[in-house]
């Protein structure tokens, strides 16, 4: 094999302990939130600067509670800001591994798929006469092409007629 970027081996016990390991985390974070795209689009975005106006403005709620409203909930803010400050470490980690992993099986899949078009290109030259004809037409299927649409043909348009 002439690539090999990944050489993992998952024993059962160990796929078992992962398993456990993402049910609990699964368990953990049960109260995330799944947003609809336009959910996700409707909402008012905090960037950075922003970030630092709401931490501003738990300072200055803070310091004037009377001339808040009545229904303002300054509890209820203060432990989003918590939340904030709790899930953002946890998140940027779980989002490092999942990149780890997108890579690694990114990776795992250009092992196969290159190895398997060294192997297939072996066939096609030394497999002629050597029994495998139908096992190389088989392979062959990934490569055909269907019959092409004919295009429609394409009129130029004068640029002077409007």
Not at 6 to 29: K, N, Q, R, S
Not at 34 to 57: H, V, Y
Not at 65 to 83: G, K, M, S
């Amino acid at each position: 094999m002439a690539q090999n970027l990944v050489d993992l081996d998952y024993t059962p016990d160990a796929l078992a302990a992962i398993d456990a390991a993402l049910a609990a985390l699964e368990a953990g974070f049960a109260g995330l939130l799944a947003l609809t795209p336009d959910q996700r689009q409707m909402l008012t975005k905090m960037g950075d600067k922003s970030e630092a106006f709401c931490r501003k403005a738990d300072a200055v709620f803070g310091e004037n509670l009377a001339i808040l409203p009545a229904n303002f909930d300054l509890p209820a803010y203060r432990r989003d800001l918590a939340t904030m400050d709790a899930l953002r470490p946890r998140l940027a980690r779980l989002s490092k591994l999942s990149q780890r992993g997108d890579d690694t099986q990114m990776a795992v899949g250009s092992d196969l798929m290159s190895n398997a078009l060294e192997g297939y290109a072996v066939l096609k030259v030394t497999g002629k006469g050597q029994g495998v004809d139908d096992l190389r037409k088989m392979l062959a299927t990934r490569f055909a092409r269907g019959p092409r649409a004919p295009s429609a043909p394409v009129t130029p348009t004068d640029p002077t007629v409007n």
